[in-house]
């Protein structure tokens, strides 16, 4: 089970992070993304972490501001976010891929959070 956090209402140019918690003992067996769908869209892909951390993947439209990371201690990926822009705006969804190279699928991840929403205002 993924349980999402962290979402708001932001100003344009500020940031949030996003975490994801995973409940269970095979955290780090999987590889983890982040993925958003706005009003209107298709979901797409953010970014996405190997099992092991050493791997990131970005969308283009994301590169340079956001970051992924993971802590396989406590079960949890992030998905800091800075440089907020208003196409930022979306719900962010953590996923889980029984994987262990960075996945920008969304069919190949298995488990999904609940979403956490971000808004960014202009």
């Known amino acids: 089970q993924l349980q999402a956090s962290g979402g708001g209402l932001v100003q344009a140019g500020g940031s949030l992070r996003l975490s994801c918690a995973a409940s269970?003992?095979?955290?780090?067996?999987?590889?983890m993304g982040w993925f958003r769908q706005a009003p209107g869209k298709e979901r797409e892909f953010v970014a996405a972490?190997?099992?092991?951390?050493?791997?990131?993947g970005y969308a283009d439209s994301v590169k340079g501001r956001f970051t992924i990371s993971r802590d396989n201690a406590k079960n949890t990926v992030y998905l800091q976010m800075n440089s907020l822009k208003p196409e930022d705006t979306a719900v962010y969804y953590c996923?889980?891929?029984?994987?262990?190279?960075?996945?920008?699928?969304?069919?190949?991840?298995?488990?999904w959070g609940q979403g956490t929403q971000v808004t960014v205002s202009s």
């Open positions: 996923a889980a891929a029984p994987v262990g190279t960075v996945v920008d699928v969304a069919l190949r991840y298995d488990y």
């Open positions: 269970g003992r095979t955290f780090r067996s999987y590889s």
């Open positions: 972490i190997s099992r092991s951390g050493i791997s990131t």
